[in-house]
Antibody, heavy 117, light 107 residues
Framework: EVQLVESGGGLVQPGRSLRLSCTTS????????MTWVRQAPGKGLEWVGFIRNKLYGGATQYVASVKGRFTISRDDSKSVAYLQMNSLKAEDTAVYYC????????WGQGTLVTVSS | DIQMTQSPSAMSAFVGDRVTITCRAS??????LVWFQQKPGKVPQRLIY???NLQSGVPSRFSASGSGTEFTLTISSLQPEDSATYYCLQHDSYPYAFGQGTKLEIK
């Protein structure tokens, strides 16, 4: 069974950093790109970015609002994807989901990040 | 950047009705479009991939079509459990982008 479990969310002050993890099982992690999507409270889904697998050089892409502040990485030996979030702003408050592949066929349950002083 | 516009933003319909939701891309995206269903408090679930392919396990009353800039998601006979918000996602050009969502309620 494919499983994705996000962790690392919580309350953080503006300007600080947080790293989210997406721990996976049930599939060959190294074969897939991994995507991050977020959803602010009461709002729609927002695509954050992805990391391709090693076959595609582990290339990354991001939405403009997080470019330069967020970094997606992966550890294929642990089947984990990461979202490093720096210089956090109040508008980054959201549930953050990881999903498998560029077309997001399977999703984790999400982890809430609250940016507030 | 490609903008995805869904219509309507919200709608209500009766059980048994045929429902259609439209997603328009600001420029052509071939068939690189996915549809998701999200029920309140739940994780989004993929319904359709590559514009018209039904995800395994999704009821056959769901169908979709389109290519280029205009796409539709159709529910042939609305059921109570279909009450949800539906999103399209383009994964043709960076940055990828979701539509704003269509909230579907049952009358």
């Amino acid at each position: 069974e494919v499983q994705l479990v996000e962790s690392g969310g919580g309350l953080v002050q503006p300007g600080r950093s947080l790293r989210l993890s997406c721990t996976t099982s049930g599939f060959i992690f190294g074969d897939y790109a991994m995507t991050w999507v977020r959803q602010a409270p009461g709002k729609g889904l927002e695509w954050v970015g992805f990391i391709r697998n090693k076959l595609y050089g582990g290339a990354t892409q991001y939405v403009a609002s997080v470019k330069g502040r967020f970094t997606i990485s992966r550890d294929d030996s642990k089947s984990v994807a990461y979202l490093q979030m720096n210089s956090l702003k109040a508008e980054d408050t959201a549930v953050y989901y990881c999903s498998r592949s560029l077309a997001s066929d399977c999703w984790g349950q999400g982890t809430l990040v609250t940016v507030s002083s | 950047d490609i903008q995805m516009t869904q219509s309507p933003s919200a709608m209500s319909a009766f059980v048994g009705d045929r429902v259609t939701i439209t997603c328009r891309a600001s420029q052509g995206i071939s068939n690189s479009l996915v549809w998701f269903q999200q029920k309140p408090g739940k994780v989004p679930q993929r319904l359709i991939y590559a514009a018209s392919n039904l995800q395994s396990g999704v009821p056959s009353r769901f169908s979709a079509s389109g290519s280029g800039t205009e796409f539709t998601l159709t529910i042939s006979s609305l059921q109570p459990e279909d009450s949800a918000t539906y999103y399209c996602l383009q994964h043709d050009s960076y940055p990828y982008a979701f539509g704003q969502g269509t909230k579907l309620e049952i009358k």
